[in-house]
């Protein structure tokens, strides 16, 4: 960040590397409690607020963006702020899924961190290129939405099912890049936008199977 920044174009050290995952990896953590807390507060809100808590936390992913080149202090903590408003939009739906069915959310939390772990293991590990496949990524998860959107008005057998695994594959792809872009960024301010990118890929891994286990 401002105060660390390393010289663009310039080749970061093991060290620099090292603390760049450190800071990344440490914003994500703060920013998934942060985002438990959201979710405990806002357990008994109603659809209508859960709209405008996502307006808002979308709005501050784009002021994160203007931000993180000007000040540290203000993208760190619009990153959680950014964590705490996801939480409160997506409580009510958590809240439904805990009433159901509490133990799908243990199980679609233990496999997520697996989820994570392995594909972003991967991810920062290999040497081939993965900016051609987050492309082809991202078309595939702007169809995913439309087709979700579908489901919403037209029953499909097992669309809801078919709705998670491709999900799932989309965001294994998705992690592996941002882990990739982890490892190959050359200024240490990236790390609340890349820690954003790494917290939504988790965020929707834990939705997706968490819509799997408790349909089991």
Not at 1 to 25: I, V
Not at 113 to 140: K, V
Request: no cysteine.
């Amino acid at each position: 960040m401002t105060t660390t920044t390393t010289a663009a174009g310039t080749p970061m050290t093991r060290d620099e590397s090292g603390a760049l995952l450190g800071q990344t990896m440490g914003l994500v953590a703060v920013t998934t409690g942060v985002f438990a807390l959201g979710a405990y507060l806002g357990r008994d809100a109603t659809g209508a607020w859960a709209i405008l808590w996502f307006i808002l936390a979308f709005a501050v992913l784009l002021g994160m963006n203007a931000a993180v080149q000007r000040s540290e202090q203000l993208a760190v903590g619009l990153i959680f702020g950014f964590g705490l408003l996801l939480g409160l939009a997506v409580a009510p739906t958590i809240s439904d899924y805990i009433g159901a069915d509490p133990q799908a959310v243990w199980q679609a939390g233990g496999a997520t961190a697996l989820f994570i772990a392995g594909f972003g293991a991967a991810g920062y590990a290999t040497r081939r290129d993965l900016a051609p496949l987050a492309r082809a990524l991202f078309w595939a998860l702007v169809a995913l939405i439309v087709f979700g959107i579908v489901l919403i008005f037209v029953q499909i057998p097992g669309g809801e099912l078919i709705y998670a695994i491709v999900g799932l594959v989309i965001f294994a792809g998705l992690t592996m890049y941002d882990f990739q872009r982890l490892r190959r960024s050359k200024d240490i301010r990236t790390a609340p936008l890349l820690a954003a990118s790494i917290f939504l890929d988790i965020l929707n891994v834990f939705l997706l199977l968490l819509s799997i286990f408790s349909n089991d």
